[in-house]
Structures are given as structure tokens and as C-alpha cells.
């Protein structure tokens, strides 16, 4: 089983950036498209991004378009989350996932397995 450890949360102030870093185990991370969601307090789980299996394609929601990067680094067993421009709702947990699916998904469900989360929180 893969196991995904999220880090490099922490307070920032509205406008600032942030780099979210995710570290898999096992041998087989290049085979997994990887995925980020977010999740603020009292509300669903939401998409944030995702990168398939060799990078060479990316998929945001639109509310991170244009701010967010996500990219990855298969010699490193890591795919990172580059937060820039960061506005008080992108408050919430940061949740790595992994994917053995062949197509990108925006859905929780079609990720098999996850991080345990990294809180950000963005000051005004």
C-alpha cells in the first residue's frame, strides 16, 4: 500500500505563497497520477489540482487557476503543490492523493489513496 505524507503547511499572510510538498513510499509512484484537494472546515472536500503519471498533464479548479502549480518530481517519489497569491478562502486542510486510474480525476472517489493533511491557513 502506498502512504503519502503531506508537509509545509503553516500561517501565511493574504498574498503570500506557499510550497506544499508530498512524499510517497513505495517503487511504483511513477505509475500513479497525483491530486490535491483542499478541505475548509464544515464544508466537502473539494478539488484543488492534479498531475498525471509523467507530468505532461495538469488539471486546476478554476478557483486556483492562474495562482496554484502543481508539479512533480518521479526521481523523488514527490509531487508539490506551489500556492502563490493566496487569498483567505484557500483556508483549509491540504489532502495529497494518488491515482492508479489511466484518466485524470477531480473526484475524491477516484483516488485510491491518501495523505493524512496539511493545515493552511491564510491570514488577511
Known amino acids: 500500500q502506498v502512504q503519502l505524507v503531506e508537509s509545509g503547511g503553516g500561517l501565511v499572510q493574504a498574498g503570500g505563497s506557499l510550497r506544499l510538498s508530498c512524499a510517497a513510499s513505495?517503487?511504483?509512484?511513477?505509475?500513479?497520477?497525483m491530486g490535491w484537494f483542499r478541505q475548509a472546515s464544515g464544508e466537502d472536500r473539494e478539488f484543488v489540482a492534479a498531475?498525471?503519471?509523467?507530468?505532461?498533464?495538469?488539471d486546476y479548479a478554476d478557483s486556483v487557476k492562474g495562482r496554484f502549480t502543481i508539479s512533480r518530481d518521479n526521481t523523488k517519489n514527490t509531487v508539490y503543490l506551489q500556492m502563490n497569491s493566496l487569498k483567505p478562502e484557500d483556508t483549509a486542510v491540504y489532502y495529497c492523493?494518488?491515482?492508479?486510474?489511466?484518466?485524470?480525476?477531480?473526484?475524491?472517489?477516484?483516488?485510491?489513496?491518501w495523505g493524512q493533511g496539511t493545515q493552511v491557513t491564510v491570514s488577511s
Open positions: 498531475i498525471s503519471r509523467s507530468g505532461d498533464r495538469t
Open positions: 492523493a494518488a491515482d492508479r486510474d489511466y484518466r485524470l480525476g477531480s473526484l475524491p472517489r477516484s483516488y485510491d489513496y
Open positions: 513505495g517503487r511504483t509512484f511513477s505509475l500513479y497520477n
